[in-house]
Antibody
Protein backbone atom coordinates (compact mmCIF):
# COMPACT_ATOMS: atom_id res chain seq x y z
CA UNK A 1 0.00 0.00 0.00
CA UNK A 2 1.30 3.42 -0.95
CA UNK A 3 1.64 5.51 2.19
CA UNK A 4 2.92 8.99 2.99
CA UNK A 5 3.36 10.11 6.58
CA UNK A 6 4.21 13.71 7.42
CA UNK A 7 5.79 14.86 10.66
CA UNK A 8 7.51 17.88 12.13
CA UNK A 9 4.64 20.29 12.45
CA UNK A 10 3.97 22.27 15.57
CA UNK A 11 3.74 25.71 17.13
CA UNK A 12 6.43 28.21 16.22
CA UNK A 13 6.83 31.94 16.81
CA UNK A 14 6.87 34.41 13.92
CA UNK A 15 10.32 34.50 12.40
CA UNK A 16 11.02 30.96 13.52
CA UNK A 17 11.86 27.83 11.57
CA UNK A 18 10.52 24.31 11.19
CA UNK A 19 11.55 21.28 9.19
CA UNK A 20 8.80 19.02 7.92
CA UNK A 21 9.42 15.42 6.92
CA UNK A 22 7.42 13.04 4.79
CA UNK A 23 8.20 9.33 4.94
CA UNK A 24 7.11 7.27 1.95
CA UNK A 25 6.47 3.56 1.62
CA UNK A 26 4.84 1.11 -0.74
CA UNK A 27 6.36 2.41 -3.97
CA UNK A 28 9.71 3.12 -5.60
CA UNK A 29 10.25 6.50 -4.03
CA UNK A 30 13.32 7.38 -6.08
CA UNK A 31 11.28 7.26 -9.30
CA UNK A 32 8.79 9.99 -8.44
CA UNK A 33 8.62 13.73 -8.13
CA UNK A 34 7.30 14.73 -4.71
CA UNK A 35 5.26 17.77 -3.81
CA UNK A 36 4.18 19.80 -0.78
CA UNK A 37 0.75 21.43 -0.73
CA UNK A 38 -0.74 23.42 2.14
CA UNK A 39 -4.17 24.51 3.30
CA UNK A 40 -4.56 27.48 5.59
CA UNK A 41 -7.54 27.52 7.97
CA UNK A 42 -10.72 28.17 6.03
CA UNK A 43 -8.83 28.50 2.76
CA UNK A 44 -8.26 26.40 -0.31
CA UNK A 45 -5.31 24.30 -1.36
CA UNK A 46 -2.03 26.02 -2.25
CA UNK A 47 0.84 24.31 -4.03
CA UNK A 48 4.08 24.96 -2.15
CA UNK A 49 6.97 23.17 -3.83
CA UNK A 50 7.97 20.17 -5.94
CA UNK A 51 11.21 18.23 -6.30
CA UNK A 52 12.00 15.83 -9.10
CA UNK A 53 13.08 12.25 -8.51
CA UNK A 54 16.81 12.98 -8.59
CA UNK A 55 16.50 16.50 -7.15
CA UNK A 56 17.50 17.95 -10.52
CA UNK A 57 14.39 20.11 -10.76
CA UNK A 58 12.98 22.10 -7.88
CA UNK A 59 10.10 24.54 -8.02
CA UNK A 60 8.58 26.86 -5.45
CA UNK A 61 5.52 29.04 -5.23
CA UNK A 62 6.58 32.68 -5.36
CA UNK A 63 5.59 33.41 -1.76
CA UNK A 64 7.87 30.62 -0.51
CA UNK A 65 10.96 31.37 -2.58
CA UNK A 66 13.92 32.27 -0.43
CA UNK A 67 12.24 31.06 2.76
CA UNK A 68 11.41 27.42 2.07
CA UNK A 69 13.78 24.70 0.88
CA UNK A 70 12.61 21.33 -0.38
CA UNK A 71 14.96 18.36 -0.38
CA UNK A 72 14.84 14.60 -0.45
CA UNK A 73 16.84 11.57 0.59
CA UNK A 74 16.07 8.66 -1.70
CA UNK A 75 17.99 6.28 0.54
CA UNK A 76 15.59 7.12 3.36
CA UNK A 77 12.48 7.36 1.16
CA UNK A 78 11.85 10.80 2.55
CA UNK A 79 11.16 14.33 1.39
CA UNK A 80 11.66 17.40 3.54
CA UNK A 81 10.53 21.00 3.70
CA UNK A 82 12.75 23.42 5.59
CA UNK A 83 10.74 26.51 6.43
CA UNK A 84 12.48 29.66 7.65
CA UNK A 85 11.30 33.13 8.60
CA UNK A 86 7.80 31.87 9.17
CA UNK A 87 4.90 34.30 9.32
CA UNK A 88 1.35 33.92 10.60
CA UNK A 89 0.25 33.51 6.99
CA UNK A 90 2.19 30.23 6.88
CA UNK A 91 -0.17 28.67 9.41
CA UNK A 92 -1.65 25.70 7.60
CA UNK A 93 -1.87 21.96 7.28
CA UNK A 94 1.03 20.85 5.12
CA UNK A 95 0.51 17.79 2.95
CA UNK A 96 3.05 15.87 0.96
CA UNK A 97 1.92 14.10 -2.16
CA UNK A 98 3.35 11.88 -4.83
CA UNK A 99 3.45 13.57 -8.19
CA UNK A 100 2.41 11.26 -11.03
CA UNK A 101 2.28 12.74 -14.48
CA UNK A 102 0.43 15.96 -13.82
CA UNK A 103 -1.52 14.94 -10.74
CA UNK A 104 -0.94 14.39 -7.03
CA UNK A 105 -1.77 10.94 -5.75
CA UNK A 106 -1.85 9.93 -2.98
CA UNK A 107 -1.60 12.54 -0.27
CA UNK A 108 -0.43 12.11 3.29
CA UNK A 109 -2.61 12.93 6.28
CA UNK A 110 -0.88 16.25 6.74
CA UNK A 111 0.95 17.98 9.55
CA UNK A 112 -0.26 21.17 11.19
CA UNK A 113 2.01 24.19 11.37
CA UNK A 114 0.87 27.03 13.62
CA UNK A 115 2.77 30.29 13.59
CA UNK A 116 1.80 32.43 16.56
CA UNK A 117 3.38 34.51 19.24
CA UNK B 1 -3.04 30.41 -14.30
CA UNK B 2 -6.10 31.26 -12.19
CA UNK B 3 -8.79 28.62 -11.80
CA UNK B 4 -12.26 29.84 -10.87
CA UNK B 5 -14.75 27.30 -9.60
CA UNK B 6 -18.50 27.72 -9.52
CA UNK B 7 -20.68 27.62 -7.68
CA UNK B 8 -18.93 28.22 -4.36
CA UNK B 9 -21.57 26.12 -2.63
CA UNK B 10 -23.97 23.59 -4.12
CA UNK B 11 -26.83 22.34 -1.98
CA UNK B 12 -28.30 19.07 -3.19
CA UNK B 13 -29.78 15.83 -1.90
CA UNK B 14 -28.63 12.21 -2.13
CA UNK B 15 -29.60 10.85 -5.53
CA UNK B 16 -29.31 14.25 -7.22
CA UNK B 17 -26.93 15.08 -10.04
CA UNK B 18 -24.12 17.55 -9.30
CA UNK B 19 -22.36 19.64 -11.91
CA UNK B 20 -19.27 21.54 -10.81
CA UNK B 21 -17.49 24.02 -13.03
CA UNK B 22 -13.84 25.05 -13.25
CA UNK B 23 -12.81 27.90 -15.53
CA UNK B 24 -9.16 28.64 -16.33
CA UNK B 25 -7.80 32.12 -17.00
CA UNK B 26 -6.05 30.78 -20.09
CA UNK B 27 -6.38 27.70 -22.23
CA UNK B 28 -4.77 24.58 -20.83
CA UNK B 29 -4.25 21.18 -22.36
CA UNK B 30 -6.67 18.57 -21.12
CA UNK B 31 -3.92 16.36 -19.73
CA UNK B 32 -3.09 19.07 -17.18
CA UNK B 33 -6.46 19.32 -15.39
CA UNK B 34 -7.32 17.24 -12.32
CA UNK B 35 -10.07 17.14 -9.70
CA UNK B 36 -9.76 16.32 -6.00
CA UNK B 37 -12.26 15.60 -3.22
CA UNK B 38 -11.54 16.88 0.27
CA UNK B 39 -13.58 15.67 3.21
CA UNK B 40 -13.13 16.96 6.77
CA UNK B 41 -10.47 15.03 8.63
CA UNK B 42 -9.17 13.37 5.47
CA UNK B 43 -6.43 14.29 3.04
CA UNK B 44 -7.41 15.38 -0.44
CA UNK B 45 -8.17 12.48 -2.76
CA UNK B 46 -7.55 12.38 -6.49
CA UNK B 47 -10.76 11.81 -8.42
CA UNK B 48 -10.14 12.71 -12.03
CA UNK B 49 -6.93 13.35 -13.97
CA UNK B 50 -6.28 14.51 -17.50
CA UNK B 51 -9.79 16.04 -17.49
CA UNK B 52 -11.72 12.81 -17.86
CA UNK B 53 -9.82 9.81 -16.50
CA UNK B 54 -11.09 8.35 -13.25
CA UNK B 55 -8.61 7.50 -10.52
CA UNK B 56 -8.26 3.84 -9.63
CA UNK B 57 -11.32 2.56 -7.80
CA UNK B 58 -13.43 5.65 -8.37
CA UNK B 59 -17.11 4.84 -8.98
CA UNK B 60 -18.35 5.60 -12.47
CA UNK B 61 -20.90 8.05 -11.14
CA UNK B 62 -18.00 10.52 -11.22
CA UNK B 63 -17.05 11.91 -14.61
CA UNK B 64 -15.01 14.78 -15.93
CA UNK B 65 -15.17 16.68 -19.17
CA UNK B 66 -14.10 19.89 -20.83
CA UNK B 67 -11.40 21.55 -22.84
CA UNK B 68 -9.60 24.83 -23.29
CA UNK B 69 -10.72 27.00 -20.40
CA UNK B 70 -13.90 25.23 -19.29
CA UNK B 71 -13.94 22.01 -17.34
CA UNK B 72 -16.69 20.15 -15.51
CA UNK B 73 -16.93 17.50 -12.83
CA UNK B 74 -20.23 15.64 -12.79
CA UNK B 75 -21.49 13.33 -10.08
CA UNK B 76 -24.50 11.54 -11.51
CA UNK B 77 -26.19 10.19 -8.36
CA UNK B 78 -25.01 11.68 -5.13
CA UNK B 79 -24.21 9.37 -2.26
CA UNK B 80 -23.96 10.62 1.35
CA UNK B 81 -20.15 10.29 1.28
CA UNK B 82 -19.93 12.61 -1.74
CA UNK B 83 -20.77 15.69 0.30
CA UNK B 84 -17.37 17.35 0.53
CA UNK B 85 -15.30 20.12 -1.02
CA UNK B 86 -14.06 19.64 -4.58
CA UNK B 87 -11.01 21.35 -6.07
CA UNK B 88 -9.77 21.51 -9.62
CA UNK B 89 -6.04 21.85 -10.25
CA UNK B 90 -3.88 22.70 -13.24
CA UNK B 91 -0.44 21.35 -13.95
CA UNK B 92 0.12 23.24 -17.20
CA UNK B 93 2.39 25.85 -15.70
CA UNK B 94 4.13 26.56 -12.41
CA UNK B 95 2.72 27.57 -9.95
CA UNK B 96 0.42 24.55 -10.09
CA UNK B 97 -2.71 26.29 -8.96
CA UNK B 98 -5.93 25.02 -7.48
CA UNK B 99 -9.38 26.47 -7.76
CA UNK B 100 -10.90 27.91 -4.60
CA UNK B 101 -13.20 24.92 -4.23
CA UNK B 102 -16.88 24.05 -4.48
CA UNK B 103 -18.54 22.87 -1.30
CA UNK B 104 -21.15 20.23 -1.94
CA UNK B 105 -23.72 20.50 0.86
CA UNK B 106 -26.61 18.29 1.77
Amino acid sequence: EVQLVESGGGLVKPGGSLRLSCAASGFTFSSYTMTWVRQAPGKGLEWVSSISSSSSYIFYADSMKGRFTISRDNAKNSVYLQMNNLGVEDTAIYYCARDILFRFDPWGQGTLVTVSS
Amino acid sequence: IVLTQSPATLSLSPGDRATLSCRASQSIKSIYLAWYQHRPGHPPRLLIYSTSFRATGLPDRFSGSGSGTNFTLTISRLEPEDFAVYFCQQYADSPYTFGQGTKLDI
